[in-house]
Nanobody, 124 residues
Framework: QVQLVESGGGLVQAGGSLRLSCAAS????????MGWFRQAPGKERRFVAA????????YYSDSVKGRFTISRDNAKNTAYLQMNSLKPEDTAVYYC?????????????????RGKGTLVTVSS
């Protein structure tokens, strides 16, 4: 059983940066691909970024490509999302998720494990 806890959200001005962390409070993440997703108020949950279990393969949504970077440190049992050049439209609750299948973490639903989320608010 894996329990995921996100942290690092907050309020930032447009153009600023935040780094989100996703730590496993139980279980180990080294066998799982990891994904980040976000859900804005009144909107569906959307894919943001994914990384395979070794960290050698990543994928991003077009809306964040070039601004966000996903990474992981298996020794620390943690995944990260570095967010730069933030825009007001990036405002959302951000979730991390884990799944043994890399293709599964490219979709926002049906994942093995998901955290409760952390709120990111970008002011204009």
């Amino acid at each position: 059983q894996v329990q995921l806890v996100e942290s690092g959200g907050g309020l930032v001005q447009a153009g600023g940066s935040l780094r989100l962390s996703c730590a496993a409070s139980a279980g180990t993440l080294s066998s799982y691909s990891m994904g980040w997703f976000r859900q804005a108020p009144g909107k569906e949950r959307r894919f943001v970024a994914a990384i395979n279990y070794t960290g050698t393969r990543t994928y991003y949504s077009d809306s964040v490509k070039g601004r966000f970077t996903i990474s992981r440190d298996n020794a620390k049992n943690t995944a990260y999302l570095q967010m730069n050049s933030l825009k007001p439209e990036d405002t959302a609750v951000y979730y991390c998720a884990a799944d043994r299948s890399y293709t599964e973490v490219l979709t926002p639903y049906g994942l093995e494990y998901r955290g409760k989320g952390t709120l990111v608010t970008v002011s204009s």
